[in-house]
């Protein structure tokens, strides 16, 4: 009764008002008797809006997390799921996938109408992913025929983690029936049921137009989440190093400091802070002459800096408005360093492709003096 009330008189009229939703082949559903309607998953809405378009009672297969809820929403939630006709789909495989199957085969021998997602799951971009033979089993199991049903457009009224969905118009189309009597007596054989479910994903492919992926939905989401993750995680080492070079200010002059390493480097003279990984029986010098050409940071005398970095006749300079007032060289003495920064093996022959000399004073630049 509930399901009737909602259906024609409450939220079935103010959805078709507001979605405008277009139907092809709605004769194609049975008058009656039972049968399977196999859709794509696009949006949690499809549990919806499907059903809504068909005009007799459609009992869906949901998954079993929306029947498990704690707390008032979570009851709430499960009720609502019970009152629409719907009944929970363990996914986890085995004898509790088995079980719920045969909760819809009961659907099914008392001659309703059993919607179900071939996919598992919804699709996580739009495309169309491979099914799962458990279809295939239902379907052979209780000798029915399967409506191929597709979703047009519902991932733009609501794309998943979306909760107020988008007002926008929505397509159902129903395709022909398919009929699989001509394997009976082979619904265990698994390539048999194979066959049959890879048949109902041509159909859905065919009348939604998705691009088709010979992968599982389910697999390819949890590839998504590692890998989005991953990059959550991930400390670029190139930026750990820029951070390293400003951030030292007392780097001895010729000091090497490999970036990236460990301190099995430490006897090569270079910082342990920052030493590279040399590797099993490898020190880090002999990683810097070997051509594997890590990063790294080279502190040099300011007078060996100018003959690198500078043309001839320039030189570091402290005349500029942001130096010292006081005409004091900060660039010349002993303890002044300049560190430049380089990419390449010092002994390869390779000069370096990129060099920066960041100074310890806060002021100052370069300036041609005759």
Known sequence: MFYWIMKRIFIGPVLKLLF????????????????VLASNHLSFSDSIFMPLMVPRPVVFLAKSEYFTGKGIKGKLTAAFFRLTNQLPMDRSGGAASANSLESGRQILNHGGLLGIYPEGTRSPDGKLYRGKVGVAKLVLSA??????VAMIGTDKVQPIG?????????GVIFGEPLDFSRYQ?????????????????????????QEYVDAYASTVKE?????????????????????????????????????GGTASAAAAGVAPAAAAEAGPGRSAADRLHSGDRPEVIVAVPPDVAEAILLPEGEHFDDTSPAGPSDGTDHNSGAGSTSTVAAH???????????????????????NTKP
């Open 20 to 35: 405008r939703p277009w139907i092809k082949g709605l004769d194609n559903i049975p008058a009656d008797g039972a049968a």
């Open 143 to 148: 000798g029915v025929p399967v409506i191929p």
């Open 162 to 170: 979306r909760r107020i969905p988008n007002i926008r118009r929505i």
């Open 185 to 209: 007596g082979l619904g265990n054989d698994r390539f048999v049921q194979r066959s049959v479910t890879d048949e109902i994903m041509y159909e859905l492919m065919r009348l939604s137009g």
């Open 223 to 259: 590839k998504l989440a590692a890998r989005k993750a991953g990059k959550e995680a991930a400390n670029p080492k190139a930026a750990a190093a820029v951070r390293l070079a400003a951030a030292e200010n007392n780097i001895k002059p010729g000091a090497v400091t490999v970036i």
């Open 344 to 366: 390449g093996s010092p002994a390869s022959g390779v000069g370096p492709a990129e060099a920066t000399v960041p100074r310890e004073r806060t002021g100052g630049r370069k």
